[in-house]
């Protein structure tokens, strides 16, 4: 169901990624994406948004811009650490 990384998050990793979806974000209706700026507004934040492209790319995570918003795909381990500290 969720996707499979390349290699496990840092724990600073899965803490920028997941303090933008509790700030500004939601699941997707598959929940096979985290959804950044649901709003709509990625494109006004370049630096936070470049930031989670470039963690996503490292650990091997496909990440796309829709409509406003950043996909990222969800793994597990985002998911543990969202329910574990960030709901």
């Known amino acids: 169901m969720y996707a499979t990384p390349t290699r496990p998050m840092t724990q600073d990793e899965l803490d920028l990624v997941?303090?933008?979806?509790?700030?500004h974000g939601s699941d997707d209706p598959t929940d096979r994406w985290l959804q950044l700026w649901d709003g709509g507004d990625a494109d006004e934040h370049p630096a936070e948004r470049d930031a989670i492209v470039e963690v996503a790319t490292r650990v091997g995570l496909e990440t796309k811009v829709e409509q406003g918003v950043l996909m990222v795909q969800k793994t597990q381990q985002l998911h543990d650490e969202i329910g574990a500290r960030w709901i």
């Open 18 to 23: 997941c303090r933008h979806w509790a700030d």
